[in-house]
């Protein structure tokens, strides 16, 4: 639903309605659930994870085969019994058991394939499963932050449960559907071959089944795909109320989106409605077909048997497959359904698998036990989209222990920087050195190993406190988290908890307070013990008291560490070596505190302002400013 802006050109005394927001009213056209029913370069790639099981599945396909042919065999053993053993009246006793022995001794042969069709193709069903979600997970892992960026971590993991799944199905099925051919076939080649006569008659009614499902298929798609679109618009509804209840409660919106959820529920239920019509319209007339075959045997076939044109042991067959006919007919139907799902699915996964991993190490990169802290940024030119650059053609240098600060407004390339430092992101132009050298020339573990950041939005793991304080070093002892949390002021609160530092988080920690989590993701920073610590507005969501506890403890903590700040208040930042002021990508003052106030700068003007924050100050009170200095000098 769209909101119009107001037409001038109206009528007076005519009033445009006001649309209501609708709540969770977007569906996803990426998830398409139907894809081609074949798909080459999709089976081409599921053959290549299928290599590591060609015997497993040659066993499972053998096993089908054989069950199958048991079950081909089974109507033709009692047409033996019944014709050669029960004639006129009187049993041939021993033939009977001869027939008998046979019977069982094929019943135990189809059960026998029978387990090793469904544990084999089954255990090989799920290890595919297990190694797809492993390959995805590890491939995400390693990942570069610009995809990310840009995809939605809900469609990721439909890919990694749902689609992952369908490929599951489909192989599973796929296996199946050889014995339902063969099945099938051999029905069709016995019944000719018992009586040419009576088989073809039989088998009239295929051909009405067949054209029942051209016109039926097209149609239920049509209708199963409109129900999976409300279903997923329904349950967006549902979620979204569920997360925004807290604004809901607040702006008094309770019945009118009862209302809107209640309409969107409404359509749902008539779609799977209108989908449940065409499921259960296909069954039964699979079933009167079938009971229609079977009269056909029973009236023809009875008649044949009065003429003694056919035998009775042969009506009896006839009668079993004619039971059996409609069965692969129906799960070869379902495969096609079951095809569509697998291309779509397949589709998908392969094109998450095959994201090119922008960031990634050289083959002879360097992996230094030891650097000096250094950090360099020589004409770095980068952003995140091509032709908009977010730092242009930036150079500073700092020196191994300093404490370099960097302020700006938003947008101005401050956490752009940070995120070079780490390379999760590549430059465009020129190169950043940390410890002396390009970050392109280490691994990436290195740099892991020997810069520690603390984020403005901590993220916390669903494990105890003491487990996630440990999070970056495994070997670090309980007493280094104790000195870490009591110098980020962190010790007192755990210990008021009821299980102190084994007190387990939830979800991304919501059972604490943010800026609990905040001096928890501080404690862990400095247990990791790394040579450069990199803060981007980490204080920016705790209270200005323990904003200055962490600062005090920061105070000697940095000592011999290398500090890059990206500082939320001005206030905060007064005792950093070095201040580097950014705007607009560019760097147009750097000095520490004093002298930037003695240069009466950008910097010194927004300070005298007692503007709390870079964040706080207005574009175009940044814009006078360096105009009115632009014009002094």
Known sequence: MSIQSADNSQRPGKRRPVPLAVVGSQTSQDEVIFGRAFDKWVITRFLGHLAPYKLRICIGVTAVLVYTLTQLSIPLIVRATIDNSLVDGISNREMLHNFISLFFAIVVVNYIANHFMETIVGRTA???????RRAMYSHLQHISLSFMDKTEVGRLMSRLQGDVYALQEFLESSIFAVGDIVLLIGIVFVLLWL??????????????LFLMRIIWLPLARKAFLAAREASSATNGALAENVHGIRAIQELVREDINFDLFEKKAKTNLLAHLRASKFSNVIIPMVDTL????????????????LDKSIDIGVMVAFLFYVQRFFDPIRSLTLQYSTMQRAMASGQRIF?????????????????????????????????????????????????????????????????????????????????????????????????????????????????SIEENIRYARTDATSEDIVTAAKAVGAHDFIMRLEDGYGTQLDQRGINLSFGQRQLISFARALVADAKILVLDEATASVDSYTELEIQRALAHLLKGRTALVIAHRLATIRGADRIIVLQDGHIIEQ?????????????????????????DIPDDEIQRVLKNKKAST
């Open 351 to 463: 094109e998450v698998t095959d994201v090119d991993v922008d960031v990634k190490d050289k083959p002879n990169a360097e992996d230094p036990e030891e650097i000096d802290g250094s950090i360099a940024f020589r004409n770095v030119t980068f952003g995140y989209e091509p032709n908009h650059p977010i730092l242009k053609n930036i150079s500073f240098n700092i020196r191994p222990g300093e404490t370099v600060a960097l302020v700006g407004p938003t947008g101005s390339g401050k956490t752009s920087t940070t995120s070079l430092v780490h390379r999760f992101y590549d430059t465009w132009e020129g190169e950043v050195l940390v410890g002396g050298s390009n970050v392109r020339n280490v691994t990436q573990a290195s740099l892991g190993r020997h810069i520690a950041m603390v984020l403005q939005e901590p993220f916390l793991f669903s494990a």
């Open 290 to 305: 079938t009971g229609g075959a079977m009269a056909i045997v029973i009236v023809v076939g009875g008649a044949m048997v």
């Open 126 to 132: 799920q290890d595919l499963l297990f190694n797809l």
């Open 591 to 615: 000095d520490d505190h004093d002298g930037l106030m003695a240069k009466d700068g950008l910097y010194a003007q927004l300070y005298r302002m007692n503007y709390a924050s870079f964040d």
């Open 195 to 208: 009586d040419p006569t009576l088989g073809a008659l039989t088998l009239s009614v295929v051909p009405i």
